[in-house]
């Protein structure tokens, strides 16, 4: 089976990227994504894995803070930053949406996927995708200064 192959059995559980954005720039609901759709994402991660390491690590989710240290002021390590799957998210606050985020490390060459619910690194990756600017390169980065709310916002920032 070819990637292209793999690329159209998964399509139609695909949620549209003017529906991300849409969902990122308004308090409207998220649309709920049937949980087949999921599960098949995924498997279609281990189907498009390189290697045993690729294949196993399609299934391990980080929460995207924690590749910055969870303080404020850290920051990942630079990353290329490969693709993104918007899901819908339950909490009360924040994006209606969080999206599962495919990037490699650049300096190891280890590929990861991590969880964000940050609207800015959400909107900046949405842009990429829009504009056909994938795969790129960047950082995440914790805010030092809270929100009003008590939050410490993580961006991506360039210039690594």
């Not at 899901?87 to 924040?94: A, I, N, T, V, W």
């Not at 929100?147 to 920032?157: D, F, I, M």
Request: hydrophobic fraction near 45%; charged fraction near 25%; aromatic fraction near 6%.
């Amino acid at each position: 089976m070819t990637r292209a192959e793999v690329d159209a059995l998964i399509a139609p559980f695909s949620i549209d990227l003017g529906t991300w954005i849409k969902a990122l720039m308004s308090a409207e609901e998220f649309p709920e994504q049937d949980p087949e759709s999921i599960a098949l994402g995924m498997l279609a991660q281990v189907l498009l894995a390189e290697t045993s390491e690729e294949a196993l690590a399609s299934m391990e989710l980080d929460r995207a803070k924690l590749l910055c240290g969870d303080t404020p002021g850290g920051r990942s390590p630079a990353l290329l930053i490969t693709g993104a799957r918007p899901m819908r998210s339950d909490y009360e606050e924040g994006a209606t949406c969080y999206a599962i985020i495919s990037a490699v490390k650049i300096a190891e060459g280890e590929k990861i996927q991590f969880t964000t619910g940050s609207k800015a690194v959400q909107t900046v990756i949405a842009k990429h995708l829009w504009e056909g600017w994938m795969p790129f390169k960047a950082a995440l980065e914790i805010r030092r200064e809270r929100t009003k709310r008590g939050y410490y916002p993580l961006n991506l920032v360039a210039g690594i």
